[in-house]
């Protein structure tokens, strides 16, 4: 059992003798997809009040999916927003799934014919249920499970919240809101095992919430992905700095030895 698991096992991920069972990659998944997807009654109220009528917040979340690009284009809309720059402020935010995208096609290694299906799919909270996997099997399960629960209540909770958005009243009394990037969050934090990684995310927050007054919706986003390669860089150039001042040393050592010596 355990060399069938380390052949399936996926590189760069943790891997498991027994593996993990399908019963709790299984609940996991169904627990992130009930939680975010309750959060469509947040962006059903908040698209209703912003203007959209019924079909189009419905065609949003059906054909959209991704919650913060969502919730940015309907609150530059509330906001009197252009519909063009609350479009590309959307399209921004977006772009991010498209990166999830190259890591999990890797680790899916689904069918061709399967893969613009999935492609809909590709949004944090699936990828962040995938990475958490030690197998191949466990990420397909787990994206497959986050994927179908969340699509499902999302969209049911955004029609049922367009519906009776003036019986919900205010989202941020309910804290609908901020049920999506909690659940993020909350999945994200374990995976932050070592310095550099913790690193990385902790610039990435100071980045983007510096440049949320000063940027378009989605920009600050983007520009804290520039954490990653600056940590990186910073990090490697620590090793070469060290052994610069190994060698400065060595000398000065071997000459202090030789005047002893005299």
Same mark, same amino acid.
């Given at each position: 059992m355990r060399r069938v698991t380390e052949q399936t096992a996926l590189p760069g991920m943790y891997r498991s003798g027994s593996g993990k069972p399908d019963a709790a990659v299984v609940r996991d998944a169904l627990g992130v997809g009930v939680a975010v997807g309750l959060s469509g009654f947040a962006f059903g109220v908040t698209s209703a009040g912003s203007g959209l009528n019924l079909l189009q917040t419905c065609a949003l979340s059906l054909l959209v999916f991704t919650g913060a690009s969502q919730f940015a284009l309907v609150g530059a809309l509330a906001a009197g927003g252009n519909p063009f720059t609350a479009a590309a402020g959307a399209f921004f935010l977006g772009v991010r799934n498209a990166f999830y995208g190259l890591r999990l096609s890797q680790l899916l290694a689904l069918p061709r014919a399967v893969r613009p299906f999935a492609a809909q799919w590709v949004i944090d909270e699936t990828t962040a249920v995938a990475l958490a996997q030690p197998t191949r099997r466990s990420v397909r399960i787990g994206f497959t499970v986050t994927g179908l629960s969340l699509y499902v209540l999302w969209n049911l909770t955004t029609l049922l919240g367009a519906v009776g958005a003036q019986a919900i009243g205010d989202t941020r009394a309910w804290g609908l809101d901020a049920a999506g990037p909690a659940v993020f969050l909350a999945l994200l934090a374990p995976m932050l095992r070592t310095a550099t990684e913790r690193a990385v995310a902790g610039a990435a927050v100071v980045l983007g919430? +510096?440049?949320? @007054?000063?940027?378009?919706? +989605?920009? @600050?986003?983007? =520009? &804290? &992905?520039?954490?990653?390669?600056?940590?990186?860089?910073?990090? +490697? *150039?620590? @090793?070469? =700095?060290?052994? *610069?001042?190994?060698q400065v040393d060595a000398p000065r050592r071997a000459d202090g030895e030789q005047g002893g010596d005299r």
């Open positions: 919430l +510096g440049l949320l @007054p000063v940027l378009p919706a +989605g920009v @600050p986003v983007l =520009a &804290a &992905a520039l954490a990653a390669p600056v940590v990186l860089f910073l990090e +490697g *150039r620590r @090793p070469a =700095a060290a052994a *610069r001042g190994v």
